[in-house]
């Protein structure tokens, strides 16, 4: 609800400030000299729109990518949780319960202590205890012998790797933002854009007011959206850890009960 009331209250100052410039505008020029501008104006705002309306468009398409690459590296963070708990019921009872018990305490740290840190960039000192402490697991306590234990133990470390790179994929998608200097060319391209609107003189200022708010607003509400997606563990918008919430309690479960 917050973001909502904050959305709406930055889309209304951007495009109350846009008009007040129209309005200035207006009530300085005449109308008859904005009108001469016309030719050159319609050229100039074609290229600087054309420019900013691609620029607008590739950082979107990339900061969605790098939303659907977080929301599928978290997926696949549960699913490696699973089938790494799946093969541990091949090792002997005390072992299994061992390795169920902390890829469970893994999953929670995850969940409920790492996942709030990400919104910061920042991520848990205690999910990373719990990852080594799951490495220290398979690398020192065991020692398969049979031909079935050996390649069931290598798919595990394997599966093991393969988690270790998504928490590092999930970290590294929290603080890699856009830089300064690109905010500085979406913000002042759409002030740009916005300002050449100016330099047309519409017989009717209602109308040449409701086609500036509506394409402020329209600007705007873009720029909002990358900012959601610029961190995929903030807002509104953000990745949901419930996937590997879920497998905490499955494999919670699992220990109580012994087996599937």
């Excluded at 093969?87 to 005390?94: I, S, Y």
Aim: aromatic share 8%; glycine share 8%.
């Amino acid at each position: 609800m917050l973001t909502a009331i904050l959305t709406a209250g930055i889309l209304g100052a951007s495009v109350l400030i846009t008009l007040i410039g129209l309005y200035l505008v207006r009530r300085t020029v005449d109308v008859d000299k904005l009108k001469s501008n016309h030719e050159v104006a319609g050229v100039m705002i074609g290229v600087v729109g054309t420019i900013y309306a691609v620029l607008l468009a590739f950082v979107v398409v990339v900061e969605w990518q790098k939303y659907a690459d977080a929301s599928n590296a978290a997926a696949t963070e549960a699913n490696i949780l699973g089938d790494v708990s799946r093969m541990a019921e091949r090792l002997p009872p005390v072992q299994r319960k061992q390795i169920l018990t902390e890829l469970r305490n893994y999953a929670l740290a995850v969940s409920n202590d790492e996942w709030p840190m990400l919104a910061k960039g920042k991520s848990s000192d205690k999910a990373t205890s719990l990852l080594n402490e799951l490495w220290r697991s398979y690398v020192i306590d065991q020692n398969p012998q049979m031909a079935a234990e050996i390649a069931l133990y290598g798919e595990s470390l394997r599966r093991l790797n393969d988690l270790s790179d998504c928490r590092r994929i999930r970290i590294n998608a929290s603080h890699n933002g856009l830089p300064p200097m690109l905010w500085m060319l979406l913000i002042g391209g759409g002030a740009v854009t916005v300002t050449f609107t100016y330099f047309f003189g519409v017989p009717h200022i209602r109308a040449q007011f409701l086609m500036v708010a509506a394409l402020t607003g329209e600007i705007a509400f873009i720029l909002l959206l990358i900012i959601c997606l610029d961190n995929p563990y903030r807002g509104e918008l953000k990745v949901d850890p419930s996937s590997i919430r879920e497998q905490a309690d499955h494999i919670g479960g699992r220990i109580n009960r012994g087996g599937f």
